[in-house]
Protein backbone atom coordinates (compact mmCIF):
# COMPACT_ATOMS: atom_id res chain seq x y z
CA UNK A 1 0.00 0.00 0.00
CA UNK A 2 2.94 2.83 0.33
CA UNK A 3 3.98 2.24 -3.13
CA UNK A 4 0.95 4.88 -2.93
CA UNK A 5 -2.20 4.26 -5.39
CA UNK A 6 -2.57 8.46 -4.83
CA UNK A 7 1.15 8.30 -6.78
CA UNK A 8 -0.61 6.25 -9.66
CA UNK A 9 -3.87 7.76 -9.66
CA UNK A 10 -1.79 11.42 -10.01
CA UNK A 11 -0.62 9.84 -13.67
CA UNK A 12 -3.76 10.82 -15.45
CA UNK A 13 -7.15 12.04 -14.76
CA UNK A 14 -8.79 9.10 -16.58
CA UNK A 15 -8.05 4.93 -15.87
CA UNK A 16 -9.44 3.04 -18.57
CA UNK A 17 -11.26 -0.06 -17.50
CA UNK A 18 -10.99 -2.99 -19.67
CA UNK A 19 -12.70 -6.05 -19.75
CA UNK A 20 -10.90 -7.79 -22.40
CA UNK A 21 -12.28 -11.18 -24.34
CA UNK A 22 -9.31 -12.48 -25.29
CA UNK A 23 -5.68 -12.32 -24.67
CA UNK A 24 -4.66 -11.28 -28.56
CA UNK A 25 -6.60 -7.67 -28.33
CA UNK A 26 -4.33 -6.59 -24.94
CA UNK A 27 -1.31 -5.40 -26.54
CA UNK A 28 -2.37 -3.46 -29.09
CA UNK A 29 -5.27 -1.66 -26.64
CA UNK A 30 -2.56 -1.12 -24.12
CA UNK A 31 -0.19 0.69 -26.66
CA UNK A 32 -2.92 3.02 -27.87
CA UNK A 33 -4.12 3.63 -24.56
CA UNK A 34 -0.69 5.01 -23.31
CA UNK A 35 0.12 6.81 -26.89
CA UNK A 36 -2.98 9.00 -26.34
CA UNK A 37 -1.76 9.67 -22.79
CA UNK A 38 -3.54 6.99 -20.26
CA UNK A 39 -0.69 5.48 -18.77
CA UNK A 40 -2.75 3.90 -16.02
CA UNK A 41 -4.55 0.57 -16.86
CA UNK A 42 -7.47 -1.48 -15.27
CA UNK A 43 -8.32 -4.90 -16.40
CA UNK A 44 -11.21 -5.96 -14.98
CA UNK A 45 -11.23 -10.18 -13.58
CA UNK A 46 -14.04 -10.81 -15.30
CA UNK A 47 -13.44 -12.58 -18.07
CA UNK A 48 -11.20 -16.13 -18.43
CA UNK A 49 -8.42 -13.88 -20.91
CA UNK A 50 -8.00 -11.50 -17.66
CA UNK A 51 -4.72 -12.58 -16.65
CA UNK A 52 -3.58 -13.77 -19.64
CA UNK A 53 -4.15 -10.34 -21.05
CA UNK A 54 -2.60 -8.35 -17.57
CA UNK A 55 0.17 -10.85 -18.01
CA UNK A 56 1.17 -9.74 -21.64
CA UNK A 57 0.43 -5.87 -20.82
CA UNK A 58 2.61 -6.13 -17.61
CA UNK A 59 5.53 -7.87 -20.03
CA UNK A 60 5.12 -6.28 -23.71
CA UNK A 61 4.34 -2.70 -22.41
CA UNK A 62 6.24 -1.58 -19.88
CA UNK A 63 5.17 1.89 -20.25
CA UNK A 64 1.69 1.04 -19.15
CA UNK A 65 0.78 0.85 -15.40
CA UNK A 66 -1.66 -2.10 -15.32
CA UNK A 67 -3.28 -3.32 -12.48
CA UNK A 68 -6.21 -5.61 -12.15
CA UNK A 69 -9.72 -4.89 -11.28
CA UNK A 70 -12.97 -6.77 -10.24
CA UNK A 71 -10.57 -8.23 -7.21
CA UNK A 72 -13.04 -9.91 -4.78
CA UNK A 73 -10.88 -12.12 -2.71
CA UNK A 74 -7.26 -12.60 -1.97
CA UNK A 75 -6.52 -15.49 -3.65
CA UNK A 76 -7.69 -13.28 -6.91
CA UNK A 77 -5.22 -10.48 -5.33
CA UNK A 78 -2.41 -12.96 -5.47
CA UNK A 79 -2.90 -14.36 -9.09
CA UNK A 80 -3.15 -10.75 -9.99
CA UNK A 81 0.49 -9.96 -8.94
CA UNK A 82 2.03 -13.26 -9.77
CA UNK A 83 0.49 -11.66 -13.22
CA UNK A 84 2.50 -8.59 -12.78
CA UNK A 85 -0.52 -6.32 -11.82
CA UNK A 86 1.33 -3.37 -10.20
CA UNK A 87 -1.90 -2.07 -8.86
CA UNK A 88 -5.47 -3.89 -7.58
CA UNK A 89 -9.01 -2.35 -7.85
CA UNK A 90 -12.17 -3.75 -5.83
CA UNK A 91 -15.72 -3.20 -6.38
CA UNK A 92 -16.34 -3.61 -2.77
CA UNK A 93 -13.85 -4.44 0.38
CA UNK A 94 -14.29 -6.92 3.02
CA UNK A 95 -12.20 -7.11 5.91
CA UNK A 96 -9.99 -10.09 4.80
CA UNK A 97 -9.56 -8.25 1.69
CA UNK A 98 -8.40 -5.17 3.23
CA UNK A 99 -5.84 -7.39 5.07
CA UNK A 100 -4.38 -9.42 2.65
CA UNK A 101 -3.78 -6.06 0.50
CA UNK A 102 -1.99 -4.26 3.50
CA UNK A 103 0.18 -7.43 3.60
CA UNK A 104 0.96 -7.83 0.01
CA UNK A 105 2.15 -4.49 -0.43
CA UNK A 106 0.04 -3.90 -3.56
CA UNK A 107 -0.98 -0.58 -4.01
CA UNK A 108 -4.87 -1.22 -3.75
CA UNK A 109 -8.36 0.94 -4.49
CA UNK A 110 -11.16 -0.33 -2.52
CA UNK A 111 -14.50 0.13 -3.58
CA UNK A 112 -17.19 2.17 -1.20
CA UNK A 113 -20.75 3.33 -1.85
CA UNK A 114 -21.76 4.69 1.46
CA UNK A 115 -20.13 6.81 4.14
CA UNK A 116 -19.94 3.79 6.72
CA UNK A 117 -17.81 1.62 4.70
CA UNK A 118 -15.61 4.95 3.53
CA UNK A 119 -15.05 5.24 7.50
CA UNK A 120 -14.47 1.94 7.80
CA UNK A 121 -11.01 1.73 5.27
CA UNK A 122 -10.27 5.08 6.11
CA UNK A 123 -9.40 3.37 9.71
CA UNK A 124 -7.14 0.93 8.14
CA UNK A 125 -5.29 3.51 6.40
CA UNK A 126 -6.77 4.12 3.02
CA UNK A 127 -7.43 7.36 1.90
CA UNK A 128 -8.38 6.95 -2.03
CA UNK A 129 -11.21 4.74 -2.43
CA UNK A 130 -13.14 3.67 -5.23
CA UNK A 131 -16.83 4.72 -5.36
CA UNK A 132 -18.73 2.34 -7.46
CA UNK A 133 -21.22 2.43 -8.86
CA UNK A 134 -20.94 6.19 -8.99
CA UNK A 135 -23.77 6.84 -11.09
CA UNK A 136 -26.13 4.52 -9.72
CA UNK A 137 -25.25 5.11 -5.66
CA UNK A 138 -25.45 9.28 -6.30
CA UNK A 139 -22.73 10.32 -8.10
CA UNK A 140 -22.04 14.10 -7.77
CA UNK A 141 -24.58 14.33 -5.68
CA UNK A 142 -23.03 12.38 -3.33
CA UNK A 143 -19.12 13.20 -3.29
CA UNK A 144 -20.48 17.06 -2.92
CA UNK A 145 -22.11 15.68 0.09
CA UNK A 146 -19.32 13.94 1.78
CA UNK A 147 -17.33 16.49 0.95
CA UNK A 148 -17.00 18.28 4.17
CA UNK A 149 -17.35 15.14 6.73
CA UNK A 150 -14.91 12.80 4.68
CA UNK A 151 -12.15 15.95 4.04
CA UNK A 152 -9.76 13.52 4.25
CA UNK A 153 -10.63 11.14 1.76
CA UNK A 154 -10.21 11.24 -2.23
CA UNK A 155 -12.16 9.02 -4.51
CA UNK A 156 -11.98 7.65 -8.02
CA UNK A 157 -15.64 7.38 -9.27
CA UNK A 158 -16.78 4.39 -11.63
CA UNK A 159 -19.32 3.04 -13.11
CA UNK A 160 -21.50 5.06 -15.56
CA UNK A 161 -18.87 7.62 -15.92
CA UNK A 162 -18.90 9.34 -19.54
CA UNK A 163 -17.04 11.85 -21.56
CA UNK A 164 -20.26 14.37 -21.14
CA UNK A 165 -19.91 13.75 -17.18
CA UNK A 166 -16.16 13.36 -16.32
CA UNK A 167 -15.59 17.12 -16.02
CA UNK A 168 -17.90 17.72 -13.68
CA UNK A 169 -16.56 14.68 -11.90
CA UNK A 170 -13.34 15.94 -12.02
CA UNK A 171 -13.96 19.70 -10.77
CA UNK A 172 -14.77 18.32 -7.57
CA UNK A 173 -11.79 18.47 -4.91
CA UNK A 174 -12.37 15.25 -3.69
CA UNK A 175 -12.21 13.50 -7.05
CA UNK A 176 -8.59 12.68 -7.58
CA UNK A 177 -9.33 10.88 -10.96
CA UNK A 178 -12.21 8.93 -12.56
CA UNK A 179 -12.70 5.21 -14.07
CA UNK A 180 -14.34 4.55 -17.00
CA UNK A 181 -14.51 2.18 -20.09
CA UNK A 182 -15.30 4.90 -22.82
CA UNK A 183 -12.06 5.47 -23.75
CA UNK A 184 -11.74 1.21 -24.97
CA UNK A 185 -15.15 0.77 -26.91
CA UNK A 186 -16.11 -2.88 -27.40
CA UNK A 187 -16.41 -2.50 -31.57
CA UNK A 188 -13.24 -0.40 -31.57
CA UNK A 189 -11.87 -3.31 -29.87
CA UNK A 190 -13.10 -5.94 -31.80
CA UNK A 191 -12.05 -4.54 -35.05
CA UNK A 192 -8.64 -3.45 -33.97
CA UNK A 193 -9.84 0.48 -34.77
CA UNK A 194 -6.83 1.42 -32.39
CA UNK A 195 -6.26 4.75 -34.11
CA UNK A 196 -10.05 5.78 -32.63
CA UNK A 197 -8.85 4.50 -29.44
CA UNK A 198 -5.83 6.51 -29.27
CA UNK A 199 -8.07 9.49 -30.43
CA UNK A 200 -10.26 9.12 -27.36
CA UNK A 201 -7.37 8.69 -24.98
CA UNK A 202 -6.02 11.29 -26.14
CA UNK A 203 -8.88 13.42 -25.28
CA UNK A 204 -9.61 12.08 -22.21
CA UNK A 205 -5.99 13.04 -20.79
CA UNK A 206 -6.66 16.46 -21.34
CA UNK A 207 -9.52 16.55 -19.03
CA UNK A 208 -8.96 19.14 -16.39
CA UNK A 209 -8.31 18.11 -12.63
CA UNK A 210 -9.36 20.57 -9.69
Not at 185 to 194: I, K, M
Amino acid sequence: MTVDIAAIAALAPVIPVLTLENRDSAVPLARALVRGGLPVLEVTLRTEAALDALRAIAREVPEAIVGAGTVLNPEQLERAQRAGARFAVSPGCTCELARAARASGLPFLPGVQTVSEAMTLAEQGFGLLKFFPADAAGGLTWLKAVGAPLADLRFCPTGGITPETAPAYLALANVACVGGSWVAPRGAVATGDWQSVERLAATASTLKRR
